[in-house]
């Protein structure tokens, strides 16, 4: 028997061949929102110990918190959030066993995106 010749090639899609894809990216900005999330969460319990500790302390944290940064990252995670809760009702819905073909899964992946940003909207125009 000849001997076989390996052949060469990646194991797995490069970086800089791979097309992402709608469902690559929802899966990416669903870990990227979970763990981003966090830092609001900090800053929001930043704020209330600090208004817990002394007045000159929440001066501080307010300040920061009220500041254009503090408004940027608390509006982002507005986003964070609606993203990531649409997201996981896409997942429950995948769970059940429906949206599965791919047609679906990017209608669904776009769907999450484009609802959480509209949601967004509307939340930061209520607050």
């Given at each position: 028997m000849a001997p076989q010749k390996p052949v060469e090639r990646p194991l797995s899609p490069h970086i800089q061949i791979y097309r992402p894809q709608i469902t690559s990216i929802t899966s990416i900005l669903t870990r990227i929102t979970g763990n981003a999330m966090i830092v609001a969460v900090a800053m929001i319990v930043w704020w209330l110990l600090a208004a817990s500790t002394s007045e000159a302390y929440f001066a501080t944290a307010n300040a920061f918190v009220t500041s254009w940064f503090g408004n940027l990252v608390l509006s982002l995670s507005v986003l964070g959030i609606w993203f990531h809760y649409?997201?996981?009702?896409?997942?429950?819905y995948f769970d059940a066993g429906h949206g599965l073909d791919i047609e679906m899964a990017e209608k669904l992946g776009i769907a999450c995106i484009a609802g959480s940003v509209v949601l967004t909207i509307i939340t930061l125009l209520i607050v």
């Amino acid at each position: 028997m000849a001997p076989q010749k390996p052949v060469e090639r990646p194991l797995s899609p490069h970086i800089q061949i791979y097309r992402p894809q709608i469902t690559s990216i929802t899966s990416i900005l669903t870990r990227i929102t979970g763990n981003a999330m966090i830092v609001a969460v900090a800053m929001i319990v930043w704020w209330l110990l600090a208004a817990s500790t002394s007045e000159a302390y929440f001066a501080t944290a307010n300040a920061f918190v009220t500041s254009w940064f503090g408004n940027l990252v608390l509006s982002l995670s507005v986003l964070g959030i609606w993203f990531h809760y649409l997201a996981g009702l896409r997942h429950l819905y995948f769970d059940a066993g429906h949206g599965l073909d791919i047609e679906m899964a990017e209608k669904l992946g776009i769907a999450c995106i484009a609802g959480s940003v509209v949601l967004t909207i509307i939340t930061l125009l209520i607050v």
